[in-house]
C-alpha cells in the first residue's frame, strides 16, 4: 500500500467519479483506475461499485475512507515533523588545520560565521598534514589549509593572501636587533636553528630551511615533530627558525626579521571542487575579507 493508492482512493470516494479524480489529481484515468485496482486486491474487498453510469462507496469502501484518511494524515504529519527537524538541525562544516597559527587565522571568520550564520557549527580538526589530506578526500572535513605548492592536485584552490619568508626569534635573541638576514649569514652563525620536515613544513619552505641547514652541525640545529615546538624553542631564546609571515596572526614574544632574497609564499584555503555548500561558501567569503589588509596592494 503507498500513498499514491490512498490519494487516488480518496479522490474517488469524495467526487464519485474517476475522471474528476484523475483531473484533481492531474493524473490520467487509466492510472486512477489501476491504483484502486491494485489497491482493491491488496486488501482482497472491492471499495467501489461501478456501473457505466455511477460509482459508489461500498460498505468495505465506506469503512476504510476512515482509515485512508488518518495514514494519509499522518503521512503529511511525519514530512512535516521530519523537514522542521532537518531545517532547525545545525549544519556543520569540518574545518582541518595543520597548526595553531592556521587555527588562529581562522577566529575572525569564525566569530563573523557565528554572529551572521548561528544554524552553522564548524568541526574543528588539528592534526597533521598528510591526514587532512585524506580527511578531505573522504569528506570528513570540507576546508583545509596549504600553501600552493603543497594543495593536493584534485583540490580546488583559492589563494587568501601572500607570506613572506622570515626568521622568527625570541625578543632577547641576538637576530632580534636586524632588520634584513641573508640565508648566508644564517648558516653560518647566530647559534642554533629549529626546524620542521614535510609535512609539518610545507615543501616550498622547507627548501628555503634547507638552505640555511645546509652544512650546519647537527649540535646546531633542532629537529622538531610539529611547529608548536619550533614556537616554544623560539619564544624561549633556544634557537631561530624559519617560517611564513602571518601579518594577521601576530605571535606574542617573537620577533620577525624579512628574508628579502626569498619570495612570498602563497597560502590559500583548499577544499574539493564538487563540495561547494553554503555553509562553505560563506566561510570562504569570511576567511578572504578577515585577510584582506594583509594582500598585497
Do not use: W
Not at 37 to 45: A, M, P, R, S, Y
Not at 72 to 83: H, M, V
Request: charged fraction near 25%.
Amino acid at each position: 500500500m503507498n500513498t499514491t493508492q490512498l490519494e487516488c482512493f480518496l479522490a474517488v470516494s469524495n467526487f464519485l467519479n474517476f475522471s474528476k479524480a484523475a483531473q484533481v489529481l492531474r493524473i490520467t484515468q487509466p492510472a486512477v483506475s489501476h491504483q484502486i485496482n491494485t489497491l482493491e486486491d491488496e486488501l482482497g474487498v472491492r471499495l467501489f461499485q461501478r456501473t457505466s453510469k455511477s460509482v459508489r462507496l461500498t460498505r468495505e469502501g465506506y469503512l476504510f475512507s476512515h482509515y485512508a484518511g488518518e495514514i494519509l494524515k499522518l503521512t503529511d504529519l511525519s514530512k512535516s515533523r521530519l523537514r522542521a527537524s532537518l531545517e532547525e538541525r545545525p549544519m556543520r562544516l569540518g574545518i582541518g588545520c595543520r597548526n595553531l597559527v592556521e587555527m588562529r587565522l581562522l577566529c575572525p571568520a569564525l566569530e563573523r560565521m557565528r554572529q551572521e550564520n548561528p544554524q552553522v557549527l564548524p568541526l574543528l580538526r588539528l592534526i597533521p598534514f598528510d591526514s587532512l589530506e585524506n580527511l578531505l578526500t573522504e569528506g570528513d572535513i570540507q576546508l583545509m589549509f596549504a600553501t600552493r605548492g603543497s594543495a593536493p592536485k584534485r583540490a580546488k584552490y583559492r589563494e587568501l593572501l601572500h607570506c613572506p619568508v622570515v626568521c622568527i626569534c625570541g625578543e632577547s635573541h641576538p637576530l632580534a636587533q636586524r632588520e634584513s638576514l641573508t640565508a648566508e649569514e644564517l648558516r653560518q652563525q647566530y647559534g642554533r636553528i629549529a626546524v620542521g620536515r614535510p609535512p609539518i613544513c610545507p615543501p616550498d619552505l622547507f627548501a628555503v630551511q634547507s638552505r640555511v641547514v645546509a652544512g650546519r652541525d647537527e649540535t646546531k640545529t633542532f629537529f622538531c615533530d610539529n611547529q608548536e615546538v619550533i614556537y616554544t624553542l623560539v619564544r624561549t631564546g633556544y634557537a631561530f627558525a624559519i617560517m611564513a609571515d602571518f601579518p594577521t596572526v601576530p605571535m606574542p614574544g617573537i620577533r620577525s626579521i624579512p628574508l628579502p632574497e626569498f619570495d612570498s609564499l602563497s597560502f590559500g584555503a583548499v577544499y574539493l571542487p564538487e563540495e561547494r555548500s553554503p555553509a562553505l561558501r560563506q566561510m570562504l567569503h569570511y576567511l578572504e575579507e578577515s585577510v584582506k589588509p594583509a594582500n598585497p596592494a
